[in-house]
């Protein structure tokens, strides 16, 4: 005994003496590093997220799962208001006035995908007034004077409209190419945002502000989302999107 508080001091230089005993301790030691090196391995990834002016047929890669919920809400936040940052780059502006700005989507849909917004802050369709009547009308005639600027010499065909519950804040008309040729088109919920009835037509709504003075949207729309995949120029059923990728080049304009 070396002194009253530390009987065991003793005995534990005797034990440490022991070759099995020793390995079995560096062992231990080493397999707790390692889970700590695995457990931390993810956080050091690099992002994947496309960036402002790179290559539109990459497309975003959701972060870890395992990323704790107030990461995860902050991100979220971020990115729903990623249009406003958008809007004020030079790069990704197409074309611009003293009341819009006319920017390409940063995961594309289709081969030609635009969105264009007002300079005012308007925050969604629930927003909009009569008074935002002319303003509707002028981001409709820029869309269209983007796709034949742009497009015109192409056999596509296009639809300019608006989601019904929009996933970006800021108000922003969608003007898209029906070839829906694109990298970025992953999933259901993709592909019938913009082929059911979730996707509201700019005439659409134009026209229903200037009756009802402002835009209505029914109930039930998340549920649009959901839909099986059909195709939106024959209306034949696929099982995928793979398969309704390929069923795709059918209808494209030669």
Not at 239 to 254: D, M
């Given at each position: 005994?070396?002194?009253?508080?530390?009987?065991?001091?003793?005995?534990?230089?005797?034990?440490?003496?022991?070759?099995?005993?020793?390995?079995?301790?560096?062992?231990?030691?080493?397999?707790?590093?390692?889970?700590?090196?695995?457990?931390?391995?993810?956080?050091?990834?690099?992002?994947?997220?496309?960036?402002?002016?790179?290559?539109?047929?990459?497309?975003?890669?959701?972060?870890?799962?395992?990323?704790?919920?107030?990461?995860?809400?902050?991100?979220?936040?971020?990115?729903?208001?990623?249009?406003?940052?958008?809007?004020?780059?030079?790069?990704?502006?197409?074309?611009?006035?003293?009341?819009?700005?006319?920017?390409?989507?940063?995961?594309?849909?289709?081969?030609?995908?635009?969105?264009?917004?007002?300079?005012?802050?308007?925050?969604?369709?629930?927003?909009?007034?009569?008074?935002?009547?002319?303003?509707?009308?002028?981001?409709?005639?820029?869309?269209?004077?983007?796709?034949?600027?742009?497009?015109?010499?192409?056999?596509?065909?296009?639809?300019?409209?608006?989601?019904?519950?929009?996933?970006?804040?800021?108000?922003?008309?969608?003007?898209?190419?029906?070839?829906?040729?694109?990298?970025?088109?992953?999933?259901?919920?993709?592909?019938?945002?913009?082929?059911?009835?979730?996707f509201l037509e700019?005439q659409a709504v134009?026209?229903?502000?200037?009756?009802?003075?402002?835009?209505?949207?029914?109930?039930?729309?998340?549920?649009?989302?959901?839909?099986?995949?059909?195709?939106?120029?024959?209306?034949?059923?696929?099982?995928?999107?793979?398969?309704?990728?390929?069923?795709?080049?059918?209808?494209?304009?030669?």
């Open positions: 005994m070396v002194n009253e508080l530390y009987p065991y001091i003793v005995e534990f230089e005797e034990e440490a003496k022991s070759p099995g005993l020793e390995t079995h301790r560096k062992r231990k030691r080493s397999g707790s590093s390692d889970s700590v090196e695995r457990d931390a391995a993810p956080e050091a990834e690099p992002s994947t997220a496309l960036q402002p002016g790179s290559n539109s047929s990459q497309c975003f890669v959701p972060p870890n799962k395992e990323t704790d919920a107030s990461t995860k809400k902050e991100s979220l936040g971020h990115w729903s208001q990623g249009l406003k940052i958008s809007m004020q780059d030079p790069k990704m502006q197409v074309y611009k006035d003293e009341q819009v700005v006319v920017i390409k989507d940063k995961y594309p849909k289709a081969r030609h995908h635009w969105l264009v917004l007002p300079w005012a802050s308007i925050s969604s369709l629930k927003a909009v007034t009569r008074e935002h009547l002319e303003l509707l009308k002028h981001m409709h005639a820029v869309g269209e004077k983007v796709i034949a600027d742009v497009a015109g010499s192409s056999k596509l065909r296009f639809r300019l409209g608006y989601h019904a519950i929009p996933s970006m804040s800021h108000v922003h008309l969608h003007v898209i190419s029906q070839d829906f040729d694109s990298p970025c088109l992953k999933n259901k919920k993709h592909w019938n945002s913009f082929n059911t009835e979730y700019s134009i026209a229903m502000v200037q009756e009802a003075g402002r835009v209505t949207v029914r109930d039930g729309m998340p549920e649009l989302l959901k839909l099986p995949l059909r195709c939106h120029e024959c209306q034949q059923l696929l099982p995928s999107i793979p398969q309704l990728k390929e069923h795709l080049r059918k209808h494209w304009p030669e």
